[in-house]
């Protein structure tokens, strides 16, 4: 990691992309370059489009004008294509999303047996090691339903790391769980930016967002508002709207 | 009026085959439903019109007609095409046909239910539509389309007594054959309907008990992963 960041190849590239629903205008003309290892936040206020935002990026969300190139790849309707992305872009949502009917290791076992044809050895291999990462080896035959929710987030990490993404988005990773469990969510999100992982992370935790961000983006009402450092961002601002921003949640 | 049962003793051996051929014809027919079922389901639920709608099609056809209709076109009309089946396989045929739209919907309604999260986690991991069908989701379905499935799976015990009508030697048929041997409407009659009773009765107490077992999450075995 010694190349500087301007110089590293963009993994993400999202070029004057529009989504809307129906007459919403919900993305309005994102541009955004991600580039191999760079830790990104997205902020703003709710219904600001952030999540829709990292939601193209995998196509659970389909983007209507503009383009999006994932590793050069660009997104289209093209099915291949698209698990072919899906199977490279990790993903940890809100919920959660554990499959409640598999054990925490058949969680793991399922995408890299079935999209990256490995054997059962060498998945199990790999999922151990991840769950150990998180620091959940020994819940490894539960099923999702016995842990808690910090817990289950830290299995849905490992889980799309079982994949060996090149990016992994994070949406709201902890704004279901309990205020005690979100440390451990932190930390091993933490954990994974030091070890050069390309992240774009959509959250409120804007200690998190200081300490780890590489960039913070700030979205609101489908636009692209600001986009700083972490210093600049939180001690000075460009614009009014970030400004009202940080102060309606730094408040607390 | 006396009721005298020991005529229907005498002919014990056509009633046994009866329940025999009716729990045979179920014991086809229900899994093919179910499975056939599955697979009109997943049709129903694609994302592509041009799947879509031959399911669709098919579901309205055979929620829209008759079993005995069916029934009669598949025995007595396609012999005019040159189709000749035999009234059991007519049976099997029909009966699975009629159950797998029923079984289509259910499992639609399921699918419906299961929290959108486990398709948007699926997709994300890159799994193939038909692959997360089969593992991620009917898996979590159980709960959902037990009950409703058993009472298809019920009906089409108890609709097979419409293939009497082609003469399948099922239960009915039995009942209408000592019936005429006998002359006693009400001994006859009243032992059929007490055996399609302990069937059904049997059916359900198994069904539920299917039911316990697999509802639990945490205590089910796991599911083979491949």
């Keep these: ?252 | 009026m006396e009721f005298d049962f020991l005529a229907i003793w005498d002919h014990r051996d056509i009633l046994i085959a009866g329940v025999l051929t009716t729990l045979l014809i179920s014991l086809i027919s229900i899994p093919i439903a179910i499975i056939l079922g599955a697979g009109t389901c997943l049709l129903r639920i694609s994302p592509k019109r041009t799947m879509r709608w031959p399911a669709v099609a098919y579901i309205e056809l055979m929620r829209n007609i008759p079993l005995l209709i069916l029934i009669f076109m598949v025995f007595y009309a396609l012999p005019f095409y040159g189709i000749r089946i035999s009234g059991f396989t007519t049976g099997i045929i029909c009966l699975s046909a009629y159950g797998a739209a029923y079984f289509a919907e259910i499992f639609r309604g399921g699918v419906e239910a299961v929290p959108k999260g486990q398709f948007e986690a699926s997709r994300a991991l890159g799994l193939k539509y038909g692959f997360y069908m089969r593992r991620v989701i009917f898996p979590q379905l159980y709960s959902y389309v037990f009950p409703p499935g058993s009472n298809i799976a019920l009906t089409m015990i108890k609709e097979s007594s419409l293939l009497s009508m082609i003469t399948v030697t099922e239960l009915t048929y039995a009942a209408s054959d000592i019936n005429g041997r006998t002359f006693a409407p009400v001994e006859t009659f009243a032992t059929i309907a007490l055996i399609y009773w302990g069937i059904s009765t049997l059916f359900l107490k198994l069904a539920g008990s299917t039911q316990a077992r697999l509802g639990a999450h945490d205590s089910n075995s796991a599911i083979a992963l491949r």
């Design chain 1, 1 to 252: 990691m010694t190349t500087a960041l301007e110089d590293r190849r963009v993994t993400i590239k999202i070029h004057n992309m529009n989504k809307w629903y129906g007459d919403f205008h919900v993305l309005k003309g994102i541009n955004l370059n991600v580039r191999e290892g760079e830790r990104i936040v997205i902020c703003g206020p709710s219904g600001s489009g952030k999540s829709t935002l990292i939601r193209c990026i995998n196509r659970l969300e389909e983007h209507k004008d503009g383009d999006i190139f994932v590793d050069g790849t660009p997104l289209t309707d093209d099915t291949k294509n698209i698990d072919q992305i899906r199977s490279e872009v990790g993903m940890c949502f809100q919920q959660f999303n554990l499959f409640p009917h598999l054990t925490i290791l058949e969680n793991c076992l399922l995408a890299p047996m079935s999209v990256r044809k490995m054997s059962l050895n060498a998945a199990t291999n790999i999922a151990m090691k991840y769950l150990e990462k998180v620091k959940i080896p020994d819940q490894a035959d539960k099923y999702p339903n016995q842990l808690s929710g910090g817990q289950q987030q830290r299995v849905a990490i490992a889980r799309a790391l079982c994949m060996q993404p090149q990016v992994m988005l994070f949406d709201e990773p902890t704004s279901a769980l309990d205020p005690e469990m979100i440390g451990e969510v932190l930390e091993t999100m933490e954990e994974l930016a030091g070890e050069g992982m390309t992240m774009i992370c959509v959250t409120h935790e804007m200690g998190f967002a200081r300490k780890v961000a590489d960039r913070i983006v700030f979205m609101d009402k489908g636009q692209i508002v600001e986009i700083n450092d972490p210093e600049t961002f939180f001690d000075a601002p460009k614009e009014e709207r970030t400004k009202t921003f940080l102060t309606q949640v730094l408040q607390h």
